[in-house]
């Protein structure tokens, strides 16, 4: 079976037991609905398109289960030596398996929307009895090949249906990134409601991300596969080839988690062996010059399927809509899975990928863009300098995943992982303040040089089992983890700075360096230990979270090595420990139709470096989020409605000492309230249909007035939009003459935000909201010539009809152009 795809259970006799929880009291409320009416039927689901052919009867499930997303149980010893004649045509999932399992003398029953028993007739009475089954075959449908998920662990650790989870959290599936033809990181969670993906073309290249209206970025919001990513902040951008799905967990995740944004986090959870034989190749270019291979290669490695391997590729070289700004990339992802028995399996993991952008920081005059005052800046005009101004990433990284399932029936699941980055970023920046065309004409840049060097160490490990107390279902877990990280920086601006001609520009020129104005090293270590219980008392579901944090920070400033030495300074090392208690608490009902309307409370926490100006370290800012909201997972289809209300407030943000002159102390606030909504249904067999909402009142709630006397109180943070909504449908024809089409189009719309504030005057300007639309077409060749089965065309755009648009820039006066139309063909060959 394979990891990720099946999971293999031995289920033993277990008696109930008493457990120690972590942490005190819960806060929870029922948020009262009016239910909708009768549920959908299986009869009146609407089909799916299957192609299995004949073959061994556990293969044929397993593609069964991955093809219609149900979960099947059975005894592991019930499939062996049994064939089937295989599934072609639309069928539903009801009449799918029933002509699959023809002929094989088994028999099957549905025990909720999504999970299926299969026995002989002879085992009915004692399945049906309640007996345990030794040895029993769990076979999940993989949710990544649907655009619908229905199960995530990253909300809970635990394998946990998402219409359980009294929390939101949306899903984006490999299946999702493949018909929008996802390129990058943006566009993966740019129909997902609460998150704002900040476009920096032909930049920096890391992702800049806001979920629900707070800042969401490297190590504190960025994970790979569970354990945290990008403590090198310039690190984080992520290829989505090899990525399976995109995790979005909103609101505070401290709980289980440790230190982080209250927004939420985004896990990306990387491909993984497959039992599977699996071989994919892949040519793709498009405009700007763009060139690029990928190999996706896995499998059983050995006959018995003890050994299982995978090997994902990708090598690109490529253009963006800015002169001199490559986005090439190679990325080589290894992972081999070895499963010596039902119970046990260890993964291990590696990456290396090695990213090239521009470098620049690309925020240009609203004056000479938005306002179009002056001569006009051109979108693809290089504000850098050529072999200078460069951003470059080498990451890399190893890691395992274990896991062991006890006679006991405790499961243990231990992560690791260790990475090592480097990078070699050259900044190009504006000179001026406020920056400006000088003269009509000119534009000065100077240069930063800022390589960055870190390695981190992370491992989590948890146990997890199922019980009863009397009629209550129990799902405990007991965790701790930990993570050391160490990163050293080195900052040198350039001396002098040069005027580009904004017309017609001449990057002929020299820049010269002096001595370094920053020298530091950083250094964390942390350790966390957690504990949940997931709850059940016939439709109630109460999930009860807490986490207890332990860190050290040391910050090394090595001033003598840099300018400041001149000034007298030397070197210091700034120390903290900090620790924090963490909880979460959410109540559901579980209405038989598939509504459940849930409440939650969770609180956070983040550490922030610095002092006060007494010396005393900064305490960390704490979040709090009260969430209430309505999940619907309709019974017969596969379908996930969510809608939910929220509150978020984060406290001990830094603001302005008003006794002390250049010092800082937490009395800030910020709140953020809103209301997201989401839809993710296959509506038929042909139609998929992806839609969200979100509104959002983000503003700071508490801010002492600097030194020109400006308060930020009831102002909105930059890039913050209060409205945004997206709309995709991709539809697939089975049959006729455009039998193996499948075309996509989608919109994206978002609502004004705002630029940063002038510090000086308190003004602030607004960005205009902006309309895109997407599109996508694949045709499986095989449909035209049965010689060409396997092979597929692709072609996929974003924005497509150009539309200009501005995100805010790093100055109160700047904005960044956005993505221009970026159009994709492919083809891709699976044996």
Same mark, same amino acid.
């Given at each position: 079976m394979a990891a990720g795809w099946e999971r293999l259970r031995r289920r033993a006799d277990g008696t109930a037991g008493r457990t120690a929880w972590l942490s005190g009291t819960a806060v929870c409320a029922l948020l009262a609905i009016a239910c909708p009416g009768a549920a959908h039927a299986q009869e009146g689901a609407p089909g799916i398109a299957f192609s299995i052919p004949a073959q061994d009867l556990g293969s044929a499930l397993t593609r069964f289960a991955d093809t219609a997303g149900l979960r099947l149980l059975f005894p592991s010893d019930l499939v062996a030596g049994r064939r089937t004649s295989g599934l072609s045509g639309t069928y539903s999932r009801d009449a799918g398996l029933a002509r699959l399992l023809a002929g094989t003398g088994l028999v099957y029953r549905f025990t909720s929307a999504n999970t299926v028993t299969i026995t002989s007739p002879q085992a009915q009475g004692a399945a049906g009895s309640g007996a345990d089954w030794l040895g029993t075959v769990d076979v999940e449908g993989d949710n990544t090949q649907q655009v619908v998920a229905l199960e995530t662990s990253a909300g809970t650790k635990t394998e946990t249906p998402l219409i359980d989870t009294?929390?939101?959290?949306?899903?984006?599936?490999?299946?999702?990134?493949?018909? &929008?033809?996802?390129? %990058?990181?943006?566009?993966?969670?740019?129909?997902?409601?609460g998150v704002r993906a900040v476009d920096y073309p032909g930049g920096q290249g890391m992702p800049d991300i806001y979920i629900r209206g707070f800042r969401a970025i490297d190590q504190n919001a960025n994970y790979r596969d569970g354990l945290r990513n990008g403590f090198n902040n310039y690190d984080s951008d992520i290829e989505v080839y090899g990525l399976q799905r995109l995790d979005v967990v909103k609101g505070p995740t401290s709980?289980?988690?440790?230190?982080?944004?209250?927004?939420?986090?985004?896990?990306?959870?990387?491909?993984?062996?497959?039992?599977?034989?699996?071989? #994919?190749? #892949?040519? $793709?270019?498009?405009?700007?010059?763009?060139?690029?291979?990928?190999? %996706?290669?896995?499998? *059983?490695?050995? #006959?018995?399927?003890?050994?299982?391997?995978?090997?994902? =590729?990708?090598?690109?070289?490529?253009?963006?809509?800015?002169?001199?700004?490559?986005?090439?990339?190679?990325?080589?992802?290894?992972?081999?899975?070895?499963q010596p028995n039902a119970n046990t399996s260890l993964t291990l993991l590696a990456n290396y990928q090695k990213t090239e952008k521009g470098g620049s920081e690309q925020s240009i005059p609203m004056a000479n863009s938005l306002f179009q005052l002056g001569p006009k800046i051109s979108p693809s005009l290089y504000l850098g300098a050529p072999g200078l101004s460069s951003w470059n990433v080498e990451n890399t990284s190893v890691g395992y995943e274990f896991k062991?399932?006890?006679?006991? !029936?405790?499961?243990?699941?231990?992560?690791? &992982?260790?990475?090592? +980055?480097?990078?070699?970023?050259?900044?190009?920046w504006g000179w001026d303040w406020p920056i400006a065309v000088v003269d009509n004409k000119y534009f000065n840049v100077g240069v930063q040089l800022r390589p960055k060097v870190s390695d981190s160490f992370l491992i989590d490990t948890h146990l997890s089992r199922d019980f009863q107390t009397g009629p209550v279902a129990h799902k405990i877990l007991l965790g701790v983890d930990g993570g050391w990280y160490n990163a050293s920086e080195v900052r040198t601006n350039s001396t002098n700075y040069n005027s580009i001609n904004i017309f017609a520009p001449d990057y002929n020129f020299i820049y010269t360096f002096g001595r370094p104005w920053s020298d530091t090293e950083s250094t964390i270590s942390q350790i966390g230990v957690y504990a949940q219980d997931q709850m059940t008392l016939n439709n109630w579901l109460l999930t009860l979270s807490g986490r207890q944090d332990w860190a050290r920070n040391e910050e090394a400033n090595y001033y003598s090595r840099t300018?400041?030495?001149?000034?007298?300074?030397?070197?210091?090392?700034?120390?903290?420990?900090?620790?924090?208690?963490?909880? &979460?608490?959410?109540?559901?009902?579980?209405?038989?139709?598939?509504?459940?309307?849930?409440? +939650?409370?969770?609180?956070?926490?983040?550490?922030?470096?610095g002092t006060d100006f007494q010396g005393r370290s900064f305490k960390p800012t704490t979040g709090e989020q009260y969430e209430a909201g309505i999940k619907y997972e309709p019974q017969g289809w596969r379908a996930m409605f969510t809608a939910s209300v929220f509150q978020i407030t984060q406290q001990n943000v830094l603001t302005t000492d008003p006794v002390n002159v250049g010092y800082s102390v937490q009395d800030g606030e910020v709140r953020s309230r809103g209301i997201e909504l989401e839809a993710k249904a296959n509506v038929?067999?042909? $139609?998929?249909?992806?839609?969200?909402?979100?509104?959002? !009142?983000?503003?700071?709630?508490?801010?002492?007035?600097? %030194?020109?006397?400006?308060?930020?109180?009831?102002?909105? *943070?930059?890039?913050? *939009?209060?409205? +945004?909504?997206?709309?995709?449908?991709?539809?697939?024809?089975?049959?006729?003459?455009?039998?193996?089409?499948?075309? =996509?189009?989608?919109?994206?719309?978002?609502?004004? +935000?705002?630029?940063?504030?002038?510090? /000086?005057?308190?003004?602030?300007? /607004?960005?205009?909201?902006?309309? $895109?639309? !997407?599109?996508?077409?694949?045709? %499986?060749?095989?449909?035209?010539?049965?010689?060409?089965?396997?092979?597929?065309?692709?072609?996929?755009?974003?924005?497509?009809?150009?539309? #200009?648009?501005?995100?805010?820039?790093?100055?109160?006066?700047?904005v960044i152009y956005g993505t221009r139309r970026t159009v994709y063909a492919s083809l891709n060959y699976r044996w």
């Open positions: 009294p929390q939101s959290i949306s899903v984006v599936t490999r299946a999702e990134m493949d018909q &929008r033809g996802v390129q %990058d990181f943006n566009s993966a969670v740019a129909y997902t409601p709980a289980l988690y440790g230190a982080g944004t209250p927004g939420g986090i985004i896990d990306a959870v990387t491909k993984r062996p497959t039992a599977t034989p699996l071989h #994919e190749i #892949e040519i $793709l270019g498009g405009n700007y010059d763009r060139i690029q291979g990928a190999f %996706d290669i896995g499998g *059983p490695a050995t #006959e018995d399927g003890t050994w299982l391997y995978r090997l994902t =590729g990708l090598f690109r070289d490529s253009g963006t809509q800015i002169d001199y700004s490559p986005d090439n990339r190679i990325y080589i992802a290894p992972a081999v899975t070895w062991h399932r006890f006679e006991n !029936d405790w499961q243990l699941v231990q992560n690791a &992982r260790y990475t090592h +980055s480097d990078v070699d970023y050259a900044s190009a300018i400041l030495a001149d000034y007298g300074f030397t070197d210091e090392v700034v120390a903290a420990n900090y620790s924090a208690f963490t909880w &979460r608490a959410g109540l559901g009902y579980k209405f038989d139709n598939g509504v459940m309307p849930y409440a +939650s409370y969770a609180t956070s926490f983040l550490p922030v470096a038929t067999a042909n $139609l998929d249909i992806i839609a969200s909402y979100t509104y959002l !009142d983000t503003v700071v709630t508490q801010d002492n007035a600097n %030194d020109a006397g400006i308060s930020k109180v009831g102002t909105t *943070p930059s890039s913050v *939009p209060h409205n +945004s909504a997206a709309l995709w449908a991709y539809y697939t024809f089975h049959e006729g003459t455009l039998d193996g089409l499948g075309i =996509g189009a989608g919109l994206r719309y978002v609502g004004s +935000s705002w630029a940063v504030m002038n510090d /000086a005057n308190g003004g602030q300007i /607004a960005i205009p909201g902006y309309t $895109l639309v !997407d599109a996508s077409l694949r045709y %499986d060749l095989g449909k035209l010539d049965q010689r060409l089965r396997g092979a597929t065309f692709s072609l996929s755009g974003t924005n497509i009809f150009d539309t #200009e648009y501005y995100t805010a820039g790093f100055y109160w006066n700047s």
